[in-house]
């Protein structure tokens, strides 16, 4: 077996590899002044299982992750297992008017061409993966959450009803609570948000979403939360995009991790572990 890491996962790559026993696979990859990108692998394929771990944020990184797919098929190679960890376009899965792109849709057909499974973290949306024809999985990044908040949390929140099943999961690894935030418009300009049913006062709190982009929802959630009565509030995502200003707007937040799904100095936890075990 054979790992290729694209140059926006090398982190993940590399800790894959170490869980895997195996050794990353020689590449040369460079990028030019005008913005396009050179791949190359070192070593011969022929007759290997291949694994390529490259993430889809921002734009470049999908097209450097097909050069990748298109040079490792040069070889006769037994299989390829692209793990894409954040599958970037999942938001636009629909269209809503005439003559628009379905984008979800574009990048998953583009993406099995060359391969035999793709494999992804927490996608946005899964219906996306309807999208595919050939195996696809998205994995769950609750385990990792679990791992790193152990003996730091007593309670797991997702900011919404629809992130409340990694929530649950995460606690109950954890042994913890585990809720939702439910928002609460009090006029035009005043969205109040607490959990559903819990009491946070005096607790250690970890707000847990798949992706943190501009923060808004999380710097909302964690001053109520503290004003609330919170002791410790931690903010952790799967998918790290941090838009623009977005540490600045946290300043209320203890802690905010991600995942190396999207690598950043913020990716404290990694997947790898969940990964691995696909290939057990």
Same mark, same amino acid.
């Given at each position: 077996m054979k790992i290729i890491r694209g140059?926006?996962?090398r982190r993940l790559a590399g800790e894959l590899a170490k869980v895997l026993?195996?050794?990353l696979t020689k590449t040369e990859f460079?990028?030019?002044?005008?913005?396009?990108?050179?791949v190359r692998i070192l070593e011969d394929l022929t007759g290997e299982k291949v694994i390529l771990?490259?993430?889809?944020?921002?734009d470049e990184n999908i097209v450097e992750l097909f050069l990748w797919q298109d040079a490792i098929n040069?070889?006769?190679?037994?299989s390829l297992v692209t793990i894409t960890p954040y599958f970037g376009y999942a938001r636009q899965d629909k269209a809503f008017n005439p003559g628009e792109a379905i984008s979800a849709r574009a990048i998953a057909e583009r993406m099995e061409l060359f391969s035999d /499974? !793709?494999?992804t973290i927490d996608i946005h949306n899964k219906q996306v993966l309807d999208y595919f024809d050939k195996p696809v999985a998205s994995l769950s990044a609750a385990p990792a959450f679990a791992r790193y908040f152990r003996g730091k949390v007593d309670v797991i929140l997702s900011p919404d009803k629809g992130g409340m099943e990694r929530a649950r999961e995460a606690s109950e690894i954890l042994g913890c609570d585990f809720d939702y935030l439910e928002k609460t418009r009090l006029n035009a300009e005043t969205v109040e948000m607490q959990p559903k049913t819990l009491s946070v006062e005096g607790k250690r709190v970890a707000i847990v979403d798949d992706i943190i982009s501009t923060g808004g929802t999380v710097a909302l959630a964690a001053k109520q939360l503290k004003e609330q009565g919170a002791v410790e509030i931690r903010a952790a995502c799967t998918h790290g995009l941090f838009a623009g200003n977005v540490?600045?707007?946290l300043y209320d937040c203890n /802690? !905010?991790?991600a995942t190396d799904t999207v690598e950043s100095d913020a990716s404290k936890i990694s997947v790898a572990e969940e990964i691995a075990n696909i290939f057990g």
């Open positions: 140059s926006a996962s026993g195996l050794e460079q990028r030019f002044p005008d913005g396009e990108a050179y771990v490259q993430t889809t944020h921002p040069e070889y006769e190679i037994d /499974e !793709v494999i540490f600045d707007k /802690e !905010v991790v």
